[in-house]
Structure formats: C-alpha cells, structure tokens
C-alpha cells in the first residue's frame, strides 16, 4: 500500500498523539526545511535513515523513442535521496 500525504499525516498523528493539524503543520516545516537546504546545493542526513542531497547530472545524447532521433539532453541537478543502514535494515 502507498501512504499518501494526509495517510502519513494520520500516522504521524497517531504515533506522536498530537492532533493531525498540528502532524500537517511539523510536515509541511521538515519538507520544507529539506527543500531550502537542497536548493542551496546542501544535503540532509537523518542518521539511520538516509541522506537527501542535489547531484549533478552531465549533458548527454538520447534517442526519441518514437522517431529514434538522437537528441541532447542538457546538464541539470536533480535531488537524490541515499538509504540509510537502518532503513535497508528495516526493508530487508
């Protein structure tokens, strides 16, 4: 099953016994304290769970699927999300 936001919000209600505005409100604040430091080029490390950082993605030359043209795609950052040894731990 895929938890969706306002299921992750419900759960983080239910595990901390706060109510679900007050889970939606510290969601919306680490997501976006994520998202500030990836946009300045940082990362963020949850020890034991991962590490969320932006990586550098070179130029290259793609083929359109449909008409098998090559193409070049341009360099861009991207965000990347590593696992931590807890979380593949937990998954194994």
């Known amino acids: 099953m895929a938890y969706s936001k306002g299921d992750l919000v ?3 209600a ?6 679900k505005k007050a889970a939606a409100d510290a969601l919306e604040a680490m997501l976006g304290a994520v998202t500030g430091e990836l946009k300045k080029g940082g990362s963020v490390t949850l020890t034991g769970f ?3 950082k932006v990586s550098d993605r070179a130029a290259r030359t ?3 699927p449909q008409t098998g043209a090559k193409i070049q795609i341009p360099a861009r950052t991207v ?3 590593k696992a931590g040894k807890g979380l593949k ?3 194994k």
Do not use: Q, R
């Open 10 to 12: 419900a759960a983080m």
């Open 14 to 19: 239910a595990g901390a016994g706060i109510t």
């Open 50 to 52: 991962g590490t969320f």
């Open 62 to 64: 793609g083929v359109n």
């Open 79 to 81: 965000p990347s999300f």
């Open 89 to 91: 731990d937990a998954v």
